[in-house]
């Protein structure tokens, strides 16, 4: 039996444990992104809670990328100071973190980003959406160095890793899904053609964090909608990441909010992408977190055993209870009491909390 709360090494990332907080959408920052003491506090709370590795929520690399209010972002260096405290603020109680670096594309906000949106073709999020803008070879570039830049900024801002955000149907996600790229040039039609601007956002972002600081990612595997990427696809793009230069692989799904499931209140509800970490597992050889309904210590325990996941990755339970993971390790309780109620997404307009805890500042998933 692995023990979950074990330190644990992956290549230059080094965990206390084996628990990480998937990115989450805190909502906790200055309208140009900025994140304020809140979310440093934040850090800490999760910190001291036991978790290994905090991964910060979704982080707009340009303001034309923001997607919701409160978002983060780290799109000029005036901001790293900002990030630093809350690097600090996780290392000062013992855990390792990182920052989730994003892109809105067609599902960014035109009433919080200047009103334009940008995506790989001109087809909107939904028939009521906006119709975004087809971006063009020099729009495309420039996308890729903003993520680059915002890279090298986690990694000056003193964080341990970053994360690159390829799921959930953002901008990375809708160049690599069919239903949202419809380009007949060199970014869309193949497998490899779709796949071709997340293997440069990850070149460009290696480029500019050197050859040994972990790069993560998370990939959405299918997107549960019509006419979207199939699960077959999915599992061929895992297969690429290692030669992009992939350290870690995150397993998620669904675009928009399909990745979302409610009422997780048996054991047979839980870990909802497990089937998938079993296929992603054959496909590469890179160590592999998994999130999705994860609840009970005995379901994180058997994920981990049977070896379709090194990480146990949480959102909504560090919501509710962001010192989870010190109770799990004490014994004090064998499950998170989260049951994925869903209140924690009843406010877009106020940073994310569970409603059913009065007075608690912990986070949601994005």
Not at 87 to 116: E, K, M, S, T
């Amino acid at each position: 039996m692995i023990d979950l709360f074990a330190p644990v090494s992956f290549g230059h990332l080094k965990l206390r444990n084996r628990f990480m907080r998937s990115a989450t959408a805190e909502r906790l920052s200055a309208p140009d992104g900025t994140p304020g003491a809140e979310l440093a506090a934040l850090a800490g709370r999760l910190a001291q809670g036991g978790v290994g590795l905090i991964v910060l929520g979704h982080t707009f690399v340009r303001p034309d990328g923001k997607a919701s209010m409160g978002m983060s972002g780290l799109w000029r260096d005036e901001q790293m100071p900002a990030f630093a405290c809350i690097a600090a603020a996780a290392h000062g109680a013992g855990a390792a973190i990182a920052v989730q670096i994003n892109h809105g594309g067609r599902q960014a906000n035109p009433q919080l980003n200047g009103g334009v949106l940008l995506a790989p073709s001109a087809i909107p999020a939904s028939e009521s959406a906006v119709v975004p803008r087809e971006l063009d070879e020099a729009q495309i570039e420039d996308l890729v160095e903003a993520y680059g830049q915002a890279a090298k900024r986690v990694r000056e801002a003193g964080f341990d890793a970053v994360q690159i955000h390829a799921a959930h149907g953002y901008l990375i996600g809708q160049f690599l899904s069919p239903a949202s790229n419809k380009r007949q040039d060199e970014w869309g039609g193949s497998l490899e053609n779709r796949a071709r601007f997340l293997r440069r956002v990850a070149e460009r972002v290696r480029r500019y964090v050197g050859p040994d600081y972990p790069v993560m990612v998370k990939l959405g595997l299918a997107d549960f909608i019509s006419g979207g990427m199939p699960l077959e696809d999915g599992l061929a793009y895992v297969g690429m990441l290692e030669s992009m230069g992939i350290n870690l692989l995150e397993i998620s799904g669904g675009a928009g909010n399909g990745n979302i499931r409610a009422g997780i209140t048996r054991r047979a509800d839980e870990a909802y992408f497990l089937p998938w970490a079993r296929q992603a597992r054959s496909r590469t050889r890179l160590p592999i977190a998994l999130v999705g309904g994860l609840r009970s210590l005995a379901v994180m325990q058997a994920v981990v055993d049977e070896g379709a996941a090194d990480l146990i990755s949480l959102s909504r339970p560090l919501i509710r209870e962001p010192d989870l993971v010190m109770r799990l390790a004490a014994e004090a309780q064998d499950r998170a009491s989260c049951i994925s109620c869903m209140s924690c997404s009843r406010r877009s307009d106020l940073p994310t909390r569970c409603w059913q805890v009065a007075g608690t500042n912990a986070q949601e998933a994005n």
